[in-house]
């Protein structure tokens, strides 16, 4: 016989019709013939289903309608050899791997649609005629199944549809009760009593979140309404809130600064990371979000201007402007470099919103005298900390102690730059001078077999920065986005909790992931309920 089809079943579906024609002479079962589609039943689709449009029923109508193995014969009907499923359309009989049918359905002719579905969550094959559900038809499938049709005689022509177009049947009516069905099966998951106090469980893994991501209010808060005990120390989840607003407002030095004096210790056990924050510093100096800081003026965060706006001043025009005017007295280079409002002029501040606490940054002052106000707070309040001449600091001594600062959680107050005196290094020059010292740790951490090809695609990121005039359009400006702060946030977070014997990674975190791996390992082992198992789902509910 001859058997003529066009690509039956295809990935890219927008193809507007699948059709097997029979132009054979059909007058024995040995003038059938079948087709598999392409690619097998995906086992984590959950439910699979695809209709056929009976366009001709030719001389007899001797047509299958159903599913195979690979290697199955393709000279029969669908059901009549092993690991072979079938529904024929003369005379409504299902076959389930044997010549011999059993009665399931009603027969099918021209223009009817009959679909075939595949219920991977308890792996039951059904059928469907014109839209109205037949019933199970085969149990126990096996997996890794084929879309079959098959054809005997003259003149039949059938039309798949494997979703190009709308189906007959309501087959989304059906995912929801299987989705349904499934969520009920976990939110009613027998819990044995030796497993011990669920719910005192979760609200530990609630609050532990809650105090890894430094949520202090927020977990003493959970602590009250759950009745649980909160023993955390509150004025060390503080600190460590600070610095990591810190790193998330791109001030990486003060950052840098605040965690060797409050955890000593932590980074120079830690080379790696402490390169990491070092390039981040160098990014952010490029950025104009980590600057020189008067030690004694700060402004409310409010007061931002946008990294990424056109007016400032690119690294290459800055070092223009150094080289050109290098004979000017520095008075009137802080001018010049002032007129250009860079990223690197004295006014840059970065703002920062979402504060859980304040922060209340100072830095210590290294001489007695000044012409800047020690603060400013957002209320316009201001006071000199200064007393005969000499430096005040209010909170090196707490932070010494590894305690908190003054904590205010509606505002937050850090210092700004001031104008430079006489012998202040330019903005270029501090970057480069930086640059060079953070080539010679690269350097050094190579020698000493620690540096890893993680930390040279690093540094080579920040310092291809300085090879654009607009580093900010730049192939490689995707460094100076706030996002990319985030990574380091979480690396230093989590070290610094490592080093006071707390786990890197909150339990809650743990075990959601431990969830998704669990879902993956069900499709790659044919669990179809995978398909209607969503955490985001179950989570919102």
């Not at 979760?202 to 009250?224: D, P, R, W």
């Not at 069900?522 to 919102?540: E, K, R």
């Amino acid at each position: 016989m001859m058997f003529r089809f066009v690509d039956l079943f295809c990935e890219d579906c927008s193809e507007q019709g699948q059709q097997q024609n029979n132009e054979g002479h059909g007058k024995t079962h040995r003038d059938a013939a079948s087709v598999q589609a392409t690619h097998p039943i995906p086992p984590s689709c959950g439910l699979y289903y695809f209709e056929v449009k009976i366009v001709s029923k030719g001389r007899d109508g001797y047509m299958g309608i159903g599913l195979s193995a690979q290697g199955v014969n393709m000279n029969r009907l669908p059901g009549w050899d092993k690991q072979s499923y079938g529904y024929h359309g003369d005379d409504g009989h299902s076959f389930c791997s044997s010549g011999t049918g059993q009665p399931y359905g009603p027969t099918f002719t021209t223009g009817d649609v009959i679909g075939c579905g595949v219920n991977l969550v308890d792996n039951t094959c059904f059928y469907t005629k014109n839209g109205h559900h037949l019933g199970t038809a085969f149990r126990d499938l096996p997996s890794n199944l084929y879309p079959t049709v098959g054809l005997q005689t003259p003149g039949e022509v059938v039309d798949a549809n494997f979703g190009q177009e709308p189906f007959v049947f309501d087959i989304e009516d059906m995912m929801n009760e299987l989705r349904t069905k499934t969520r009920t099966e976990i939110y009613n998951f027998p819990v044995p009593e030796s497993q011990g106090e669920w719910q005192a469980i979760l609200s530990k893994m609630v609050s532990t979140y809650l105090v890894h991501h430094g949520y202090c209010n927020t977990a003493e808060a959970f602590a009250q309404i759950t009745e649980t005990p909160f023993v955390e120390d509150i004025n060390s989840i503080k600190n460590r809130q600070k610095i990591l607003k810190l790193v998330l407002a791109g001030r990486m030095g003060e950052a840098i600064e605040r965690t060797f004096r409050l955890y000593p210790g932590l980074l120079e056990n830690n080379q790696n990371l402490l390169f990491m924050l070092k390039c981040r510093q160098f990014v952010e100096m490029v950025n104009g979000s980590d600057v020189e800081l008067c030690p004694r003026k700060s402004c409310n965060l409010n007061q931002s201007p946008r990294p990424g706006s056109p007016v400032q001043t690119s690294v290459i025009q800055s070092t223009k402007n150094f080289s050109n005017k290098s004979k000017q007295g520095v008075e009137e280079m802080n001018q010049t470099n002032a007129a250009h409002k860079g990223s690197f002029g004295d006014n840059a501040v970065i703002a920062m919103a979402d504060s859980d606490v304040e922060m209340d940054v100072t830095e210590e002052v290294q001489n007695g005298h000044g012409d800047c106000p020690r603060k400013a707070n957002s209320n316009g309040n201001s006071t000199n900390g200064y007393q005969n001449g000499n430096s005040h600091n209010n909170d090196s001594q707490d932070d010494r102690n590894h305690t908190c600062d003054n904590v205010d959680d509606e505002d937050m107050d850090v210092d700004i730059p001031c104008n430079r005196k006489a012998g202040s290094k330019p903005a270029v020059e501090r970057i480069l001078e930086f640059g060079r010292e953070l080539y010679s740790l690269s350097q050094r951490l190579t020698v000493d077999k620690i540096s890893n090809d993680t930390n040279q695609k690093m540094l080579e990121d920040a310092f291809s920065l300085l090879a654009y005039s607009n580093p900010w359009a730049s192939p490689v400006g995707w460094q100076l986005q706030p996002t990319e702060r985030e990574n380091i946030c979480a690396s230093l977070n989590s070290a610094i909790l490592e080093s006071n014997n707390k786990p890197r990674r909150p339990a809650l975190e743990v075990a959601v992931a431990h969830a998704q791996e669990l879902m993956r390992l069900m499709a790659s082992n044919g669990l179809g309920s995978c398909a209607f198992a969503s955490l985001v789902d179950i989570t919102d509910q």
